[in-house]
């Protein structure tokens, strides 16, 4: 297959370096010293693999026409440049591995809905400050038809992953796993960025651990109108979290925090890394977007519409700021 991976941080680099390790015809769209690196050294991954491959590599999207497939990325907050680059690109199916549900919203828009594929990657990793990426959750990466199916095209895109090394699988019901993706994001996100801790600590503290349980189920009642169900997986099991009372959440969630501590202690979430880093924080398109589509619908979100303003707050230049205050 002809596959396009839109964006070179953890996330392209892993996926695009296993399907060219693999024998897929892949070509990475990336700018700046990343490219250069890519360029020059290829994909290294290490961790849960270990290897380098070289990889065609682009810093200019106009000059690639075709492709069976194309992935996303790119930071959330790129998508709609990032989009527009590629908006003349002849493509079979187009696919996001990116934070959050408006993805398949945006796809759709640019490419339609016959060629959007769902899609959800619990799969994490960090590119070093040297270049090579280090892989270190391989969880899942499930595809499926919109709003539900399994077709041909994307059970041959699950094989090359899974042939690629990727815990990739096909599912009928891939909005049920994009949302319940999204509630744990949700959940992790917030109080990560809040705290600054790794992932098992503010999940095995009481306090934060109340505050992941709010925000996963208020997630879960955005999806519930919406009419989209949610599922249990791994890490967390979402479904189950938010029907039972909360206390009773609470302490799983403590509980898997410290199966979490034992297994991924230095895991952090990739918006406190790129808090860390000074990067720009994935805020309107993940929290933002539950807020505005809770407004929208008459769903009240409390939780999440403070930690929504406390982290934009934290996101955006003080002046900016008081100007949205004011």
């Given at each position: 297959?002809?596959?396009?991976?839109?964006?070179?941080?953890?996330?392209?680099?892993?996926?695009?370096?296993?399907?060219a390790?693999?024998?897929?015809?892949?070509?990475?769209?990336?700018?700046?010293?990343?490219?250069?690196?890519?360029?020059?050294?290829?994909?290294?991954?290490?961790?849960?693999?270990?290897?380098?491959?070289?990889?065609?590599?682009?810093?200019?999207?106009?000059?690639?026409?075709?492709?069976?497939?194309?992935?996303?990325?790119?930071?959330?907050?790129?998508?709609?440049?990032?989009?527009?680059?590629v908006?003349?690109?002849?493509?079979?199916?187009?696919?996001s591995?990116?934070?959050?549900?408006?993805?398949?919203?945006?796809?759709?828009?640019?490419?339609?809905?016959?060629?959007?594929?769902?899609?959800?990657?619990?799969?994490?990793?960090?590119?070093?400050?040297?270049?090579?990426?280090?892989?270190?959750?391989?969880?899942?990466?499930?595809?499926?038809?919109?709003p539900?199916?399994?077709?041909?095209?994307?059970?041959?895109?699950?094989?090359?992953?899974?042939?690629?090394?990727?815990?990739?699988?096909?599912?009928?019901?891939?909005?049920?796993?994009e949302?319940?993706?999204?509630?744990?994001?949700?959940?992790?996100?917030?109080?990560?960025?809040?705290?600054?801790?790794?992932?098992?600590?503010?999940?095995?503290?009481?306090?934060?651990?109340?505050?992941?349980?709010?925000?996963?189920?208020e997630?879960?009642?955005?999806?519930?109108?919406?009419?989209?169900?949610?599922?249990?997986?791994?890490?967390?099991?979402?479904?189950?979290?938010?029907?039972?009372?909360?206390?009773?959440?609470?302490?799983?969630i403590?509980?898997?925090g410290?199966?979490?501590?034992?297994?991924a202690?230095?895991?952090?979430?990739?918006?406190?890394?790129?808090?860390?880093?000074?990067?720009r924080?994935?805020?309107?398109?993940?929290?933002?977007?539950?807020?505005?589509?809770?407004?929208e619908?008459?769903?009240?979100?409390?939780?999440?519409?403070?930690?929504?303003?406390?982290?934009?707050?934290?996101?955006?230049?003080?002046?900016?700021?008081?100007?949205?205050?004011?």
């Open positions: 297959m002809k596959i396009i991976v839109l964006g070179a941080g953890s996330l392209g680099s892993i996926i695009g370096g296993h399907l390790r693999a024998g897929q015809e892949v070509t990475i769209i990336a700018r700046g010293q990343r490219a250069t690196y890519l360029e020059h050294h290829g994909i290294t991954v290490t961790g849960l693999a270990d290897f380098t491959v070289p990889v065609a590599v682009t810093t200019k999207p106009q000059t690639v026409s075709e492709a069976d497939v194309l992935v996303m990325a790119v930071k959330t907050y790129d998508t709609e440049s990032a989009l527009e680059s908006s003349h690109l002849k493509v079979e199916s187009v696919l591995i990116q934070n959050g549900v408006l993805k398949d919203e945006q796809l759709a828009h640019t490419f339609g809905w016959e060629k959007t594929l769902g899609a959800a990657a619990f799969l994490s990793g960090g590119v070093t400050p040297a270049g090579p990426v280090r892989f270190t959750v391989n969880e899942y990466l499930v595809l499926g038809e919109l539900a199916g399994i077709t041909a095209r994307v059970q041959t895109l699950v094989a090359a992953l899974v042939d690629a090394g990727i815990r990739a699988e096909a599912v009928s019901q891939v909005q049920a796993v949302w319940s993706k999204y509630a744990l994001f949700m959940s992790w996100m917030a109080p990560a960025v809040l705290t600054r801790l790794e992932s098992y600590k503010f999940q095995i503290h009481h306090d934060t651990a109340v505050v992941v349980a709010l925000l996963m189920r997630t879960g009642l955005l999806a519930a109108k919406l009419g989209i169900p949610l599922e249990d997986r791994q890490p967390l099991p979402i479904k189950t979290l938010c029907g039972v009372p909360l206390s009773e959440a609470v302490t799983m403590r509980h898997l410290t199966v979490m501590e034992a297994r202690p230095a895991h952090k979430v990739s918006t406190l890394q790129d808090l860390e880093q000074g990067r924080l994935e805020v309107e398109e993940t929290l933002g977007y539950a807020v505005r589509k809770g407004a619908l008459g769903v009240p979100l409390p939780t999440m519409e403070t930690c929504y303003r406390l982290i934009a707050g934290i996101d955006r230049p003080s002046t900016e700021v008081i100007r949205t205050v004011v």
